[in-house]
Nanobody
Framework: QVQLVESGGGLVQAGGSLRLSCAASGRTTSSYIMGWFRQAPGKEREFVAAISRGVGTTYYADAVKGRFTISRDNAKNTVFLQMNRLKPEDTAVYYC????????????????WGQGTQVTVSS
């Protein structure tokens, strides 16, 4: 059982940066694979990034690799998504999610989801 609350979204100009936070309660973030997903209007929800349990191996969608960084602060029970060089196509609602799975792969099931935070990138 874990509850997730995202924050940090907002309006930013193309090329700018935002840092999203995902505060977890119920269990420590180290107990779960933590992921970020996003969904634009009229589009399917898509994977953005994930960080594993333990040593915290990171994974990224090709669309954000090199621009976004997922990190975990276990002492604060928080996961972050640092988003740099933002593009208009990054505009979406961003969701934090937690998975009880052991491994990050295409079939990883995320059991808990936050409410989402809006990121809007203007051109």
């Amino acid at each position: 059982q874990v509850q997730l609350v995202e924050s940090g979204g907002g309006l930013v100009q193309a090329g700018g940066s935002l840092r999203l936070s995902c505060a977890a309660s119920g269990r420590t973030t180290s107990s779960y694979i933590m992921g970020w997903f996003r969904q634009a209007p009229g589009k399917e929800r898509e994977f953005v990034a994930a960080i594993s349990r333990g040593v915290g191996t990171t994974y990224y969608a090709d669309a954000v690799k090199g621009r976004f960084t997922i990190s975990r602060d276990n002492a604060k029970n928080t996961v972050f998504l640092q988003m740099n060089r933002l593009k208009p196509e990054d505009t979406a609602v961003y969701y934090c999610a937690a998975s009880g799975s052991l491994w990050v792969n295409a079939n990883t099931k995320y059991d808990y989801w936050g409410q989402g935070t809006q990121v809007t990138v203007s051109s």
